[in-house]
C-alpha cells in the first residue's frame, strides 16, 4: 500500500514575472510550481531580448513558444488574433482573457478550461489589491520599455497534467494610458489590438534534463522584477 505525499498548493495564487502577470489553480505541485516560474521567466527574457519593441508580438509569442517548446513544455495550440472595436474602448485585461478563453474552449475540457479562465479571472482580479504587485509590473514594463504584455494561467488536471495558456498582447495600442491605473485596467480606443495565445502541456522529464541549467543562468538574474502573491 503507498500513500500519496505530495505536496500541493490549497489555495489559488499569482505571480508578475517580468511583464507577465501568472496565476496558479489550487491543487498545483508545489515542486512543480518554481519549474513552471522558471521555465517562464527564462522564455520571457529570451523572447524580450530578440523582440522587445512595439509591434513585435507575433515574434515574441513565436521565440517565447519555440522557448517554452526547447525547455519542457509541449505545444497543444497556438493562435494569433486582432481585437476590434469600433464604438468603445477596449481594456488590455479584457482583450488577454479573451485569448486565453478562445484557445482553452477549442482544445481542452469544459472543466479544465473553465479552471484555466477562472485563474486568469483571479489573477487580475488579485493584481487590483495588491499594491506592490502593480508597481513591480509597472516598473519591469517602464523600466524595459516592453512591447509585450502576457497573462497566463496554470492548472494541474486530475490526471496529474500541467496545463499552461499564455496571452501575449500588444502594448503599442495603450502608449496612451493613464499613468494611474492598474496596467490590465488601461484602455485603447483603437480599432485593432493584436494579440496571440499559446497553450502548453507539462514534459516533467524534458524539462529535468534542462532544469539546472535554466537555474544558473538565471540565478544572478535580479529578484526585483518578480513578486509573488496569494489570490484567496
Not at 498545483?28 to 517562464?40: M, N, Q, R
Not at 480599432?191 to 499559446?198: F, L
Not at 522529464?205 to 513578486?227: C, F, G, P, Q
Request: negative net charge; hydrophobic residues 45%; glycine residues 6%.
Amino acid at each position: 500500500m503507498t500513500t500519496d505525499i505530495t505536496q500541493r498548493s490549497d489555495r489559488p495564487s499569482a505571480a508578475v514575472i517580468e511583464q507577465i502577470l501568472l496565476g496558479f489553480g489550487v491543487g498545483i505541485e508545489l515542486a512543480a510550481v518554481s519549474d513552471i516560474k522558471f521555465a517562464i521567466h527564462f522564455a520571457s527574457l529570451a523572447a524580450s531580448k530578440k523582440f522587445p519593441g512595439r509591434g513585435q508580438t507575433e515574434q515574441w509569442l513565436g521565440v517565447f513558444v519555440a522557448v517554452m517548446r526547447d525547455v519542457g513544455w509541449v505545444p497543444l495550440q497556438r493562435s494569433y488574433d486582432h481585437e476590434a472595436s469600433s464604438s468603445q474602448s477596449l481594456k488590455l485585461g479584457a482583450v488577454a482573457y479573451k485569448g486565453i478563453k478562445v484557445v482553452g474552449e477549442a482544445i481542452l475540457s469544459n472543466p479544465a478550461s473553465d479552471a484555466l479562465m477562472q485563474m486568469a479571472a483571479k489573477a487580475l482580479e488579485g493584481l487590483g489589491n495588491v499594491t506592490e504587485a502593480q508597481k513591480v509590473l509597472e516598473r519591469n514594463l517602464k523600466e524595459k520599455d516592453a512591447g509585450t504584455v502576457g497573462l497566463a494561467s496554470c492548472i494541474q488536471n486530475e490526471a496529474g497534467e500541467i496545463i499552461l495558456a499564455m496571452s501575449a498582447v500588444d502594448a503599442t495600442p495603450f502608449d496612451d494610458h493613464q499613468l494611474d491605473t492598474v496596467v490590465f485596467e488601461w484602455e485603447s480606443k483603437a480599432k485593432r489590438i493584436y494579440s496571440g495565445t499559446a497553450v502548453f502541456v507539462f514534459n516533467r522529464d524534458l524539462y529535468s534534463a534542462v532544469r539546472e541549467i535554466i537555474k544558473d543562468r538565471l540565478k544572478d538574474y535580479t529578484v526585483r522584477r518578480t513578486l509573488d502573491w496569494q489570490i484567496a
